[in-house]
């Protein structure tokens, strides 16, 4: 380790650093640092999940429902949104800097020679090493991109979740929802049930095979486990096993029911193992008090500021039907500032003719699309836009344009939604945006 590393903010930086690695999809680097520190992903049980979207808020469900059973619970996300210790949670509260420090210390005081990890592999061997040591009963892993290649992928949890398919990040995971379910079905392991709510026929075929070969039973949205809405953030929950009347949701929108639900059929496949005693009380205080920011996050009123980071097509048909049924409201205003490498057409298609006017803004983050692309590429959707590069200036136009009954939703990235909560007042560690 360097020796210009001497505290938590010097490490972050390092880890930054580490970027320039690149990222280079496979295990062997990660399974190598994790042996020299004697495998401490063997020492807890585990929940995996991947997907393109709800990957993070069913880990936050699985989350909160496990710590109200009495459970230690590590939780490994990413990416944060404001402070790197975010990634790292037990029993839903956040990690300290300083223990973190620690951790970082231990992993890189291992580092072969010059071989050294990416980024994401780096911080991935913290998590694992950080929830041994801290001898947490139960961790729940959320993969960084993708899945067979994931630095997370070593792990052979109790569970593993795909929560959907969609397109994204194709320039990795392929060009078609088969390529990508390909991906995201290699987290599943030989006889571990897998649960999902993928819904494209391609996809679910591609996972259908997956399990048939890995003897991996499975379980689906819609076919052994659903919802039925009965009310303003309250749903009824069937099972394979299990019948939950009368539960209520924290987070809003309609497609959180769904994330809701896979969380609860992931917890009836530990419950058919024996592995815990599911209590609807303790589920319900799970879900009525799960917290996870910047999804539909209520950032003021009158007008009404909303927060949502919607990166890719199929996260903004959510925000679009959210905002539909979800918002009532006169007038809609978007603030928006996106990467350039992510389907902006298919974003714009979805959110644009929603909205009065539309402002135009550039995170500070180098992948962010400069807002005169955004403007000329929202043409054929939309003539009302303003570019404002500065995004307090940008919400600051937002919401002098918008009357008190009005909507303000801030979107397009999960960097932008950090940056705007720091704008908002919540405390940060480092200003630098973290991959994966």
């Known amino acids: 380790m360097p020796d210009s590393v001497v505290d938590f903010a010097s490490a972050v930086d390092f880890l930054c650093r580490l970027q320039k690695v690149g990222i280079k999809f ?21 929940l995996h999940i991947a997907g393109t979207n709800g990957k ?26 404001v402070r790197f210790t975010e990634r790292f949670r037990i029993n839903d509260e956040e ?23 990416t980024f994401f592999e780096a911080v991935t061997a913290m998590a694992f090493h950080y929830f041994a040591q801290e001898a947490v009963d139960w961790a729940v892993i959320e993969t960084g991109m993708g899945g067979r290649l994931d630095a997370t992928n070593v792990i052979f949890p109790q569970v593993s979740v795909i929560t959907n398919v969609a397109m994204d990040h194709q320039e990795f995971l392929g060009s078609t929802l088969s390529a990508i379910a390909r991906e995201k079905a290699g987290i599943i392991k030989d006889r ?20 048939l070969k890995k003897s ?22 069937q099972g394979f096993s299990r019948d939950w009347p009368n539960l209520k949701l924290a987070l809003l929108g309609d497609h959180q029911y769904t994330n809701a639900a896979v969380a609860l059929a992931a917890l009836e496949v530990l419950e058919t193992q024996e592995l815990l005693a599911l209590d609807w009380d303790k589920i319900a205080q799970g879900l009525a008090q799960v917290r996870w920011p910047g999804r539909l996050e209520i950032l003021e009123t009158q007008p009404m500021v909303v927060l949502d980071g919607a990166h890719n097509p199929h996260g903004a048909e959510c925000l679009r039907t959210a905002l539909k ?6 007038r809609l205003h978007l603030v928006m500032g996106i990467m350039a490498d992510k389907d902006i057409r298919g974003i714009f298609r979805r959110l644009l003719p929603l909205a009065e006017t539309a402002v135009f803004t550039q995170p500070r983050y180098g992948r962010a699309a400069h807002p005169d692309v955004l403007r000329r590429l929202a043409l054929p959707f939309h003539k009302k836009v303003f570019v404002i590069p500065k995004p307090a200036d940008a919400i600051a136009q937002a919401k002098a344009m918008a009357a008190p009954d009005d909507v303000v939703c801030v979107t397009g990235s999960l ?10 007042g919540e405390p940060s560690q480092t200003h630098d945006r973290l991959l994966a």
């Open 325 to 330: 049924t979800q918002f009532a409201h006169r």
């Open 192 to 211: 571990t049930p897998v649960v999902t709510a993928v819904k494209q026929p391609a996809a679910q075929s591609t996972l259908k095979a997956a399990c």
């Open 56 to 81: 993070g808020s069913t880990a936050a469900f699985l989350s909160s429902i496990l710590t109200r059973h009495g459970f230690r619970v590590g939780l490994y996300t990413s990416p944060h949104l």
């Open 95 to 117: 990690s300290s800097a300083e223990r973190i420090f620690e951790v970082f210390q231990d992993v890189m005081g291992v580092v072969a020679g010059d071989e050294w990890p």
């Open 26 to 46: 496979g295990l062997n680097r990660t399974e190598n640092l994790l042996e020299r520190l004697g495998n401490p992903h063997r020492r807890f049980r585990a």
């Open 415 to 424: 960097y932008f939604v950090g940056e705007v909560k720091e704008l908002y």
């Open 216 to 237: 991996a039973p499975l379980y689906r949205y819609g076919v052994h486990f659903r919802v039925q809405k009965n009310g303003p953030q309250h749903f009824h929950y």
